[in-house]
């Protein structure tokens, strides 16, 4: 089974400090990809990556950076965490193939709080 | 614009009902579509996947799911509801080329009453 993780089940940060959120995959996936998930918003894609060291932006990139320096690692930073960006936050996966690359693996998710 | 809409923002069922859940979905051409579910505090697990073929297919947890080119809609069933199905459901297309578009709803929350 593919499994996805995540650095922290929660986090509570100050308004203004730098955040890492981390996210490993074990099955070799090409795609990974960071989503903040709001009541009545559904997912809303971050960044996504198809490949180490590529990334593009997804709907919501505004406040966000992210990292892939090895290809099972997909790094989430908050460069000045704000109240706003109070949410939970998935990571998932997904293989580079025709249909395929759309069923994503899910990390269970950080629940992150700024105060 | 891809978009999906789940109508229903929450829906109570009695434990052995039969369920629907509503997804209709905007794109213009054949989608991948999918159904996920996340129970409180945990990501999402995929339940089932339409790709091309059967219109109805068959997902984990006794969920079928039924396409309907015609009407938009990849409409979630179980004929006989659990109360460890209580959870979110979420409704999502495949669009965009390359795999980097995964739109999803905004979510079906289920209760189950005993």
């Known amino acids: 089974d593919v499994k996805v993780t995540q650095s922290s089940r929660y986090l509570v940060k100050r308004t203004g400090e730098k955040v890492f959120l981390e996210c490993v995959q074990d099955m070799d996936h090409e795609n990974m990809f960071w989503y903040r998930q709001d009541p009545g918003l559904g997912l809303r894609l971050i960044y996504f990556s198809y490949d180490v060291k590529m990334k593009e932006k997804g709907d919501i990139p505004e406040g966000y950076s992210v990292s892939r320096e090895k290809k099972e690692r997909f790094s989430l930073i908050l460069e000045s965490a704000s109240t706003n960006q109070t949410s939970m936050y998935l990571c998932?996966?997904?293989?580079?193939?025709?249909?395929?690359?759309?069923?994503?693996?899910f990390g269970p998710g950080t629940r992150l709080t700024v105060t | 614009a891809q978009s999906v809409t789940q109508p229903d923002i929450h829906i109570t069922v009695s434990e052995g009902a039969s369920l629907e859940l509503r997804c209709n979905y905007s794109?213009?051409?054949?989608?991948?579509l999918f159904w996920y579910v996340q129970s409180p505090g945990q990501g999402l697990q995929l339940l089932l996947k339409y790709f091309s073929g059967d219109t109805l297919v068959q997902g984990i947890k006794g969920f079928e799911a039924e396409f309907k080119r015609s009407q938009s809609s990849f409409n979630l069933r179980k004929p006989s509801v659990h109360w460890s199905d209580a959870a979110e459901y979420f409704c999502?297309?495949?669009?965009?080329?390359?795999?980097?578009?995964?739109?999803f709803g905004a979510g079906t929350r289920l209760f189950v009453k005993a």
């Open positions: 794109y213009g051409a054949t989608p991948y």
């Open positions: 998932a996966s997904s293989l580079r193939v025709a249909g395929a690359a759309y069923e994503q693996y």
């Open positions: 999502a297309v495949g669009a965009g080329t390359g795999g980097f578009k995964t739109i």
